[in-house]
């Protein structure tokens, strides 16, 4: 048996390039290749003691908080007499909000409608199972793509005079770009700069629902006028 | 002396044929048994016998799926008191608030667990959402169980929705009004799913017994069901999924 003759290694994804391949062995397709010795634990009673235990504690806080805090009652339903502001329940509200900037249709039926589709393809849509950190391939490009992509959507937002939204974007568009080599900045930069472009989809879509969500129901008065909280308390 | 005895009634109790034909396994002391308590019971469709240890951890999922479904159980079990209280007819409903509240003892208790569980499963289930976005746990093979949590979501907002007309005061007929009056604004079917959804074309007693029977009937159905595939699902994916973690080299590891 002749010896060996040395393996000439080329790493490379083109098969046509180099014919000679021997395998293929991707980590991302094979998780066999990189198992991981993980501890495993008896369900019984380790999962499952925590979970009863979790109950309990969410029954107890429940419990408190209805010893402490009475569900509103307001008095009987009139239709011929509208309070003001008449609220949806809070978690509503952010809609309702956006009803003040937008006609009823965009505010009450296109912008709910896209936020559940949107919702609903996150684990479909290829760039939320492969996108790295934003700005590790950073290219003029793509940065100026996305500024101008931020910049539509305050220019957009700002046409409706629809400040809740255009403030939110301005603040995530700057966190966005101030995460540009930040690989090698302190620690929130870091953190910051780890952060992949779905990741400050997600975050921008969340900060604008609070902010919408917390003015609809802390700051609106009469006539969905803008209020402070504390001349005129919560409603809804 | 007592200690003894009291062992001796349960190794009694536990040896008879009654208690073996529920409990089929012994006492879970051995891991042998604790193995059975998940194979022989109901367990099985929702827990492996056993599991990462690094789930257990808080940072993990800070159990906020758990939180979302005691939510729930709290709200079935109020929401089942409630209705020997209820009658859904106007001015009865309004009444059957204020016999709570002055009457039915413990009745203000019940009404306000019912309230606040229900804050609650909005907020965690919103939460829990986010969570598992930012854990990247919605990756293959957990799409479709993203989306059938999406679903449970909107579930959650319909039930709360639709007991928020319940007590029939003027903070539960506006707000259902001003919500109603946005479906009308959807193009072609807008107004028939609204008057479907009322029974009529403004908010009335029709609308309360609609409200009343998705509210305890349809939409708790529909929760249950997609909850039992949601959560026996993700064992079947391999249990839940935590933060993404750094492998030596750098890569992810899924």
Redesign the interface.
């Known amino acids: 048996m002749s010896a060996t003759p040395p393996l000439d290694l080329v790493e490379s994804g083109d098969p046509i390039a180099t014919p000679r391949r021997v395998a293929l062995v991707r ?2 397709i094979r ?1 066999a290749v ?1 198992t ?1 010795d ?11 003691v ?2 009863v235990i ?2 309990q504690i ?2 107890i806080a ?2 408190v ?3 402490l ?11 011929l ?3 003001n502001p ?7 509200l952010g ?2 909000e956006l ?1 003040h900037y937008f006609p ?2 965009v ?3 296109l912008m709910p409608v896209l936020v ?1 589709v949107a ?2 393809v ?3 849509a290829r760039i ?2 492969t996108a790295g950190p934003l700005w590790q391939s950073s290219r003029a490009a793509g940065a100026a793509a996305l500024a101008a992509a931020t910049a539509g959507l305050i220019v957009l937002f700002g046409a409706f005079r629809c400040w809740p939204i255009v403030v939110p974007t301005v603040a995530v568009g700057i966190a966005m770009f101030a995460a540009r080599g930040g690989e090698r900045g302190g620690a929130f930069r870091r953190t910051l700069a780890k952060v992949t472009l779905p ?1 400050w989809i ?1 975050l921008w879509f ?1 900060v604008v629902a609070a902010v919408l969500t917390i003015i609809g129901t802390f700051f609106r008065g009469p006539g969905w006028s803008f209020v402070w909280p504390w001349v005129s308390g919560p409603q ?1 | 002396m007592k200690a003894a005895s009291s062992l001796v009634l349960s190794r009694w109790l536990r040896g008879s044929a009654v208690y073996r034909s529920v409990v089929r396994h012994g006492v ?1 002391d051995t ?1 042998r048994n ?2 059975l ?2 194979f022989e019971n109901l ?1 099985l469709h929702v ?8 789930t ?1 951890r808080l940072r993990h999922t800070y ?1 906020l799926g ?2 979302s479904l ?2 729930a ?2 709200l079935i079990a109020t929401g089942i008191l409630l209705m020997f209280y209820y009658h859904p007819s ?2 009865q409903a ?1 009444r059957d ?1 204020k016999e709570l ?1 002055f009457v039915v003892d413990n009745g ?2 019940l ?7 229900a ?2 499963m ?1 907020f965690s289930t919103f939460l829990h ?2 969570r598992v ?2 854990h ?1 746990a ?3 093979p ?3 169980n ?2 059938v949590g ?1 679903v449970l979501l ?1 579930a959650t ?1 319909l039930l ?2 639709t007991g ?1 007309l319940l ?13 109603t ?3 009308k ?3 072609v079917l ?1 107004e028939k799913v609204r008057f479907l959804l009322l029974g009529g074309n ?2 009335s007693e029709n609308a309360l017994l609609r409200f009343y029977v998705l509210h305890c009937v349809v939409l708790p159905v529909a929760l249950l069901l997609l909850l039992s595939v949601h959560i026996w699902r993700v064992r079947k994916d391999g249990g839940v999924q935590g933060p993404p973690e750094d ?1 030596a080299d750098g ?1 992810e ?2």
């Open positions: 980590p991302d998780p990189r991981k993980e501890k495993y634990v008896m369900t019984f009673p380790n999962l499952i925590r979970e979790l109950f969410v029954v429940l419990a908080a209805a010893i805090l009475d569900a509103p009652l307001e008095g009987i339903a009139n239709p007499e509208t309070p008449a609220k949806a329940p809070w978690y509503f809609l309702q009803l009823p249709v505010a009450g039926v559940v919702l609903v996150i684990p479909y939320n199972l990741e997600m969340t809804g | 879970a891991n604790r193995s308590v998940v367990f827990h492996p016998v056993k599991v990462r240890e690094k257990l159990w758990g939180i005691a939510c159980l709290v106007v001015p309004y608030m509240q203000m208790f009404r306000n667990m019912h309230r606040w569980a804050h609650l909005v959402m986010l976005f930012f990247r919605y990756r293959p957990r799409q479709f993203w989306v999406v909107i907002l709360s929705y928020y007590p029939w005061d003027q903070l539960a007929f506006w707000g259902v009004s001003v919500g009056n946005m479906a604004e959807a193009p807008g403004i908010v492998s890569e590891v899924r």
